[in-house]
């Protein structure tokens, strides 16, 4: 095998990347990030966004500078590589298991940490781990809205678990959290499921007050229903990801227009001998196979200046264009951009993501939060 011939100068114009390619549209990520930022500040809610949709310090130090408050992470991973930017850090998620919970105990001492519970053996396997550290940890009691993932449900359950947190030596109780994920229909039509939780969450935040344990943080939120989180009582914290880029299926539910989506998968194609349709050097590998909400057969990516022409069929490095619904007549070379269904998924399959504005690559960054 011979070595590579010496590699030219780093190409500066979107057609000229290798491909498959995660790109990111500067201006649109920066649209994305100060909207959000905006909508939080004029309600009056913190804004700790989920770096689980870009996984890179470079996209949370923009939402930081920008107004967030934080960030929340689902892995202890993406914890460490995000203290490099914030000493603000909340991990949603169920930490179980010593390994993980020394890796979380040495995060650098200037982070303020928060970490969700909705057991009382998660509560005593992080009291233990925070104890052998000598660290203080602020605990969020998770509750099940409606999701049907993790959470207790009720008031008694949210009363006993708090009680639990606030009497273990060296955990702080801090409030409750919860992930509206079951809420993903259009947003014009989530105004009964929202009142259903504010109603629900109001029961639970009223015992809290009553048992003496108020909670000061009450952190909550998604995409989907990212715009109307406002309609919740008591709410004082908002947890969005994936607005940050956006993907086929939030333009779906109407939380955002198809030009605010920010990340595509840079693809050729490659070949265009079966009639009907095209394929492109980018399958399951580099988009994920993530089906979209509601009707079958919407395909597994649309792309991003021809949302008619859709990836119909996928292998692991062949997608295949749907050409039926379009005049455009590709040929092999051409560089197509493609919006994925979900955009966390597909960003997390590449090593590093490109920068560009309109055409032109201006910058790279790692995805250094992948893997766990
Ligand atoms: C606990 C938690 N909080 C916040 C989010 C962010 O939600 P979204 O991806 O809808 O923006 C997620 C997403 O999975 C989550 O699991």
């Known amino acids: 095998v011979t070595a590579p011939a010496a590699t030219s100068p780093d190409p500066t114009l979107l057609h000229e990347l290798q491909t498959p390619a995660a790109v990111v549209d500067l201006d649109r990520l920066a649209y994305n990030v100060d909207r959000m930022a905006a909508y939080a500040a004029v309600h009056g809610l913190a804004l700790r966004p989920h770096v689980k949709t870009h996984k890179s310090p470079r996209v949370a130090a923009e939402q930081i500078r920008s107004g967030a408050t934080g960030v929340t992470c689902a892995t202890v991973r993406e914890a ?7 000493d603000d850090v909340f991990v949603a998620y169920p930490v179980i298991g010593r390994a993980k919970l020394e890796r979380l105990m040495r995060l650098p001492p200037s982070v303020r940490l928060i970490v969700a519970v909705d057991s009382a053996d998660a509560n005593d396997e992080l009291a233990a781990a925070a104890s052998a550290a000598g660290r203080e940890v602020r605990v969020r009691v998770e509750l099940d809205v409606g999701m049907r993932r993790v959470g207790v449900a009720g008031p008694e359950a949210a009363v006993a678990l708090a009680q639990e947190v606030a009497g273990t030596r060296g955990l702080l109780f801090d409030g409750v959290t919860f992930y509206p994920g079951h809420i993903r229909q259009a947003q014009a039509e989530q105004g009964d499921d929202l009142a259903r939780l504010s109603a629900s969450l109001g029961t639970v935040l009223a015992a809290l007050e009553r048992a003496g344990l108020p909670a000061r943080s009450v952190s909550g939120g998604s995409t989907p229903a990212a715009w109307r989180m406002h309609e919740i009582h008591g709410l004082t914290e ?13 333009v779906a539910v109407g939380a955002c227009a198809w ?10 194609v490659v070949s265009t001998s079966v009639a009907g349709q095209a394929v492109i050097d980018a399958g399951t590998k580099a988009l994920a196979r993530e089906p979209m909400p509601g ?14 022409v859709t990836v119909m069929r996928m292998s692991e490095e062949h997608g295949v264009l749907d050409l039926s619904q379009t005049s455009w007549k590709p040929e092999v070379g ?12 597909a960003q997390h399959l590449f090593d590093e993501v490109v920068g560009a504005r309109g055409r032109v690559v201006e910058t790279r960054w790692a995805v250094a939060a992948r893997g766990r």
Do not use: I, K
């Open 334 to 345: 051409d560089v197509v951009r493609v919006v994925p269904n979900h955009v966390c998924v």
């Open 80 to 86: 460490e590589v995000m203290s490099e930017v914030t």
């Open 259 to 268: 030009d605010d989506c920010a990340f595509t998968v840079l693809a050729t």
């Open 295 to 308: 009707a079958a057969d919407q395909g597994w990516g649309a792309l991003l200046d021809r949302p008619e």
């Open 238 to 250: 908002v947890r969005p990801g994936t607005y940050v880029y956006n993907d086929r299926t939030t």
